[in-house]
C-alpha cells in the first residue's frame, strides 16, 4: 500500500466523499474496504483471460484527515469484502507539513529577499521585487530595494522564457513569480548566500516544496519543483519560503503587486537574458508612400475618410458632384491594384458613397464625428517636474531671463512664474496627447498611420517652454533621446531630388553646421550659438524656407553668397546653395509622387484653413514627414514598455524624454533605440542624447504656494 496525505482543500476529496459514500468505514483500530458489487474496477472482466490483479485507489478519513489509498487486489467474479486493514500509525499521526524558518541570527542580520506576485487580470503578469536587508517579519520594514521585474506569462512554447505556462491564471501568475524569483538567484545574483523567497500565495511556496500534489499546471509545477531543489541545493540548504500577507503593510508586497500589473498590462523587464527580445516589439507599419490605395481605404476610420473627403464642419455638405468624382478616382486606382483585399476594399467605397450620397445621413455622420471628437486622444503620460530647479532658476537667473523675446509671450523669468503657477503643488503632471487637426484628419482618411502629437491646450506641459526654461523644469528627472537629422534621413530614403547634397549633408553633419554658423555668425559667436543658428537654418530649409529670411532673423548682413566648401578628406564639396534648391525640388517631386495626398490636404485647408491653402504641397509633405517621427517614436515608446529600459514621460516630436531603469545607461539607450528605429523605419535612423543644459543641484523637494511664486 501507498499512502499520501490530500490536503483538505483539495476539491478533488470532495468528489471522493460523494463516490464512495459507504465503501469505507473505520471498525476499531483498523479500515474495512469493501469493493462494489458490479466489479467496475476490475480492468480484466471482459477479457476471457483477466490479469492476476488490479489497482484500486481510493481515499479515506483518518482521525479526521483524507488519506489516498493505493492497493493491488486480486480479480474475482463475486462480491468480497477485504478484510480488516491495518494502516501503519503513521497515518494516524501524520503531523502537517513545516515551513522551516531561517535561523533567527539570520534574520536580526537582514537577508536577501525576493518578494513574488501574480496577477490574473488580462492575460496574467508576474511581478519581483528583490530587496537587501530583510528580517522576514510582515512588514520587512528595514529592508531597502535592489531591483524589480515584471513581465506577462508567457503561454508560447517557442519563446526563450517560455516555463511551461497552459492559461494565464492567477495561480500560474503566482507559480511563474516564484519561477523568476529563482531564475533572478540563480542567473543574476549567482551567489551561494542565504536567501528567502515570500510570495503571498501558500500555493505557490507549497508547489515549491513540494507539500502539495496539483493536477493542474502540472508542467509549470514540475519546473518550479526543479528549480527550487537545485537552488536549494547550490546554497548548501539555505533557501527558505515564507509566506507574506497580501494586501496588508508589507511595502515590498505591495510593490510586487504593481509590478504583476505592469505585466498584465504587457510591459516586460525580464529575468536575464532570456527576455532580452521577448515579447517581440510591434511589426513594422508601412509608411505612406508603400501603402497601397486598398490598404488606405480599409484603414480609414470612417466614410468621408474612405473617400478621400476631409469631414464637414460647418452647414455646408459634401456635394454629390464631390462624391462621384473621389469615388470614380478611387475606384479606378482601386481596379489596378493587384492586392487580393482591394475586393473589400471596393465594396467599402461603393457603401461610403451611398452614405455620403444621402443628404440626412451625411449630415448625421458628420454630427457624430464631431461629437466624438476629430481629434482622439493617442496617449497619456506622467510627466515629473524639476519645481525646485525652476525656482533656483527664477531667483539666480542673471539678466538675460529679463531681456524681451521675440514671441512675445513675456521674459524667461516671468515665463517660468507662470509655469510653476500653473504646476500648482504638483511636482507630477499628467498629459494627454492627440494629433492637431490635419494630422488627425489624414490618419483617419488612411493617408498616414500618425503624426506629430501635441498635449491638449490646458495640459501643463514643459515641452512648451523656450528650450532654456524646458532644460531647468526637465533637470535630473531623464535624458531627452532625439532622432539625428529626422527630416533629410526620411527624405533620402525616399526621393531622388537633392540625393547627393542630402547625402553630404548626413555624412559630414557637424562639419558643415560648423562651417555654415561660422560663416554668417563670425568667431566672436560662441560656437553652441552658432551650431544652434546653423541646426535652425536647416529646419528651415527642409520646409523649404529661405536662406534670406533666417539671415534676416539672425540680424546678418543681407544676401551673404556662401561658397562651396570642400568637407571630409575625399574632397567632396557641398554647396548651400544647392541644398537650398534641391528642397524645393524635392517638394515638386514630392507632389508628383503623392497627389491624392495633396489633393486632400489642399481640399482640408480650403475648408478650414483658406488662408494657408496656398501652401498645400509644403503642408503635405510636412506631414508626410512627420510620419517617419511618428513612427520612430512609436517604436519608442513600445521598446521602452516591453524591454523595461525606462518611462517616457514626454513626448519631443521626433524624441522622448526618458526616465531610465537602474542598471541602463544614455548610451545603451541610444545604441538600443537607434537599431529598434531603424528596424521601424527600414533606413539608418540614430537616436542621439541631448543633455539638458542646467545643473539640477540637490533639487529639495519643497512646495511653494501661489504666493510664494509670486514673490520669487
Not at 531561517?102 to 519581483?128: F, H, K, M, N, Q
Not at 500565495?201 to 499546471?217: C, E, H, K, Q
Request: proline content about 7%; charged content about 20%; some cysteine.
Amino acid at each position: 500500500m501507498w499512502l499520501q496525505e490530500i490536503p483538505e482543500h483539495d476539491t478533488p476529496t470532495q468528489r471522493w466523499k460523494k463516490a464512495w459514500a459507504g465503501w469505507v468505514r473505520e471498525a476499531g483500530s483498523g479500515v474495512t474496504l469493501a469493493l462494489p458489487l458490479t466489479r467496475p474496477l476490475v480492468i480484466g472482466e471482459h477479457d476471457p483471460t483477466p490479469p492476476l490483479s488490479v489497482v484500486v485507489t481510493t481515499a479515506l478519513q483518518v482521525n479526521g484527515r483524507y488519506v489516498r489509498l493505493r492497493m493491488t487486489v486480486a480479480p474475482v467474479l463475486g462480491p468480497i469484502v477485504i478484510g480488516t486493514l491495518l494502516p501503519p500509525a503513521s497515518v494516524f499521526e501524520l503531523p502537517p507539513p513545516q515551513v522551516t524558518q531561517p535561523p533567527p541570527e539570520l534574520l536580526r542580520a537582514g537577508i536577501l529577499s525576493i518578494y513574488t506576485d501574480g496577477s490574473g487580470e488580462a492575460d496574467g503578469g508576474w511581478g519581483v521585487v528583490v530587496v537587501h536587508g530583510g528580517r522576514g517579519t510582515q512588514t520587512d520594514t528595514t529592508a531597502h530595494h535592489h531591483a524589480t521585474f515584471y513581465g506577462p506569462i508567457t503561454l508560447q512554447t517557442t519563446a526563450p522564457p517560455f516555463l511551461g505556462a497552459e492559461r494565464g491564471t492567477n495561480n500560474v501568475a503566482e507559480l511563474t513569480a516564484f519561477a523568476e524569483a529563482l531564475v533572478y538567484l540563480r542567473d543574476i545574483e549567482g551567489s551561494t548566500v542565504p536567501a528567502i523567497i515570500r510570495p503571498d500565495s501558500t500555493y505557490a511556496r507549497d508547489v515549491a516544496l513540494g507539500t502539495i500534489t496539483v493536477s493542474a499546471n502540472c508542467s509549470l509545477a514540475r519546473q518550479v519543483r526543479q528549480l527550487w531543489i537545485h537552488e536549494e541545493a547550490r546554497r548548501g540548504g539555505q533557501l527558505w519560503a515564507l509566506h507574506v500577507k497580501a494586501h496588508s503593510s508589507n511595502k515590498w508586497n505591495a510593490a510586487a503587486d504593481r509590478a504583476a500589473a505592469r505585466g498584465a498590462r504587457g510591459e516586460a523587464r525580464g529575468v536575464g537574458a532570456r527576455w532580452a527580445d521577448w515579447p517581440p516589439l510591434p511589426p513594422r507599419n508601412p509608411r505612406a508612400h508603400e501603402v497601397s490605395e486598398s490598404e488606405r481605404v480599409l484603414r480609414a476610420t470612417h466614410a468621408f475618410g474612405v473617400l478621400a473627403i476631409p469631414v464637414p464642419v460647418g452647414v455646408r455638405l459634401a456635394s454629390p458632384d464631390q462624391i462621384e468624382a473621389c469615388t470614380r478616382a478611387i475606384l479606378l486606382r482601386l481596379n489596378l491594384d493587384r492586392s487580393p483585399r482591394a475586393p473589400q476594399a471596393i465594396a467599402r467605397v461603393r457603401a461610403a458613397r451611398t452614405l455620403l450620397l444621402d443628404a440626412t445621413r451625411q449630415r448625421a455622420e458628420a454630427l457624430r464625428l464631431i461629437r466624438e471628437g476629430l481629434q482622439p486622444i493617442t496617449r497619456v503620460l506622467t510627466c515629473p517636474v524639476n519645481a525646485a530647479a525652476m525656482r533656483r532658476y527664477i531667483r539666480n537667473a542673471g539678466p538675460e531671463a529679463d531681456a524681451p523675446r521675440a514671441d512675445g509671450l513675456g521674459t524667461l523669468r516671468e515665463r517660468a512664474r507662470d509655469f510653476l503657477r500653473a504646476l500648482g503643488q504638483n511636482h507630477v503632471v499628467r498629459i494627454t496627447y492627440h494629433h492637431c487637426r490635419l494630422g488627425a484628419a489624414l490618419v483617419a482618411a488612411g493617408f498616414i498611420c500618425t503624426a506629430r502629437e501635441y498635449a491638449l491646450r490646458g495640459d501643463v506641459d514643459p515641452f512648451r517652454l523656450p528650450r532654456a526654461l524646458r532644460d531647468v523644469a526637465f533637470a535630473g528627472r531623464g535624458h531627452d533621446l532625439d532622432d539625428s537629422a529626422s527630416y533629410p534621413r526620411a527624405c533620402l530614403d525616399v526621393f531622388q531630388s537633392g540625393r547627393e547634397q542630402s547625402r553630404l549633408f548626413l555624412t559630414h553633419r557637424e562639419q558643415v553646421l560648423a562651417e555654415v554658423g561660422l560663416f554668417f555668425l563670425g568667431p566672436h559667436v560662441p560656437a553652441p550659438a552658432r551650431r544652434k543658428a546653423a541646426k535652425d537654418l536647416f529646419n528651415a530649409l527642409d520646409n523649404d524656407g529661405s536662406l534670406e529670411a533666417w539671415e534676416r532673423r539672425q540680424g546678418c548682413p543681407a544676401m551673404m553668397q556662401m561658397p562651396p566648401f570642400a568637407v571630409g578628406t575625399e574632397g567632396e564639396v557641398f554647396s548651400l546653395r544647392a541644398y537650398q534648391d534641391s528642397r524645393r525640388a524635392l517638394t515638386g517631386e514630392f507632389t508628383r509622387r503623392m497627389p491624392t495626398l495633396v489633393a486632400f490636404v489642399r481640399a482640408w485647408l480650403a475648408l478650414n484653413k483658406p488662408e494657408n491653402e496656398h501652401k498645400f504641397a509644403l503642408t503635405a509633405k510636412s506631414f508626410f514627414l512627420q510620419e517617419a517621427e511618428g513612427l520612430s517614436r512609436a517604436v519608442k515608446l513600445a521598446w521602452s514598455r516591453l524591454r523595461g529600459a525606462g518611462e517616457i514621460t514626454s513626448l519631443q516630436h521626433d524624441g522622448v524624454v526618458m526616465v531610465l531603469s537602474q542598471g541602463v545607461t544614455p548610451t545603451d539607450a541610444c545604441a538600443a533605440l537607434t537599431e529598434v528605429c531603424t528596424a521601424a523605419l527600414g533606413y539608418t535612423q540614430p537616436v542621439e542624447e541631448k543633455p539638458f543644459q542646467f545643473d539640477p543641484g540637490d533639487s529639495e523637494d519643497d512646495r511653494d504656494s501661489v504666493a510664494d511664486v509670486d514673490a520669487l
